[in-house]
């Protein structure tokens, strides 16, 4: 199985600063259609997971602009520039190449 | 608007089964594939099963972890898709939360207990 391991496990930040997730591999997410399969979730508090980023640095539709995503074929990061009140939860990477799909251990991130 | 509404969960005792449903509207379910995920209490998210579509033969996969125990499957006629779980034990309860990848629905609590 792809092993998906997130560091920090836990970050705290003042408001209007940024934060760095990183996520690595251990394989190569990179398919032979030259699409990277990583992903980042945002689980807020009692709801369900919303989608961030797909296939490593596409701004899913509706989030905002101080989310970006980038990385190589193992080394992910997730970066929040100017981080809000409503950017607090368990950030998620995940890997959709191939089965069994898998979730990194989720990294919380909370405000100073 | 993309709804995705999960059913049929609540305490079962071990050993039992389980069906639940999730019923979606609001984009054309023919064409995508549909997973569970599971997130057990205070832990992380937990891949469940996967069915394509009818262009991939509606094709299954899942965790190796609950292979054997669960079978996910789908009516495209009701856009809905279905995971029955078996041989229920503790450590199945979770939250189930039936997915696009995109979209998620709201989950549904599974609770083994007896």
């Known amino acids: 199985d792809i092993v998906l391991t997130q560091a920090p496990l836990s970050v705290s930040v003042t408001p209007g600063e940024s934060a760095s997730i990183s996520c690595r591999s251990s394989?190569?997410?990179?398919?032979?259609?030259?699409?990277?399969?990583l992903y980042w979730y945002l689980q807020k508090p009692g709801k369900s997971p919303q989608l961030l980023i797909y296939?490593?640095?596409n701004l899913a539709s509706g989030v905002p602009d101080r989310f970006s995503g980038s990385g190589s074929e193992t080394d992910f990061t997730l970066k929040i520039s100017k981080v809000e009140t409503e950017d607090v939860g368990v950030y998620y990477c995940?890997?959709?190449?191939?089965?069994?799909?898998?979730f990194g251990a989720g990294t919380k991130l909370e405000l100073k | 608007e993309v709804q995705i509404l999960e059913t049929g969960g609540g305490l079962v005792k071990p050993g039992g089964s389980l069906r639940l449903s999730c019923a979606t509207s609001?984009?054309?379910?023919?064409?995508?594939?549909m997973n569970w995920v599971r997130q057990a209490p205070g832990k992380g998210l937990e891949w469940v099963a996967q069915?394509?579509?009818?262009?991939?033969?509606?094709?299954?996969y899942y965790a190796e972890s609950l292979e054997g125990r669960v079978t996910i499957s789908r009516d495209d006629s009701k856009s809905s898709v279905y995971l029955q779980v078996s041989s229920l034990r503790a450590e199945d309860t979770a939250i189930y939360y039936c997915?696009?990848?995109?979209?998620w629905g709201q989950g549904v609590m599974v609770t083994v207990s007896s």
């Open positions: 997915t696009r990848t995109l979209y």
């Open positions: 609001g984009f054309n379910f023919n064409d995508y594939f």
């Open positions: 069915i394509r579509n009818k262009n991939y033969n509606y094709a299954t």
């Open positions: 394989k190569s997410l990179l398919s032979s259609k030259g699409i990277t399969s």
């Open positions: 296939r490593m640095s």
């Open positions: 995940a890997q959709f190449l191939e089965y069994p799909y898998t």
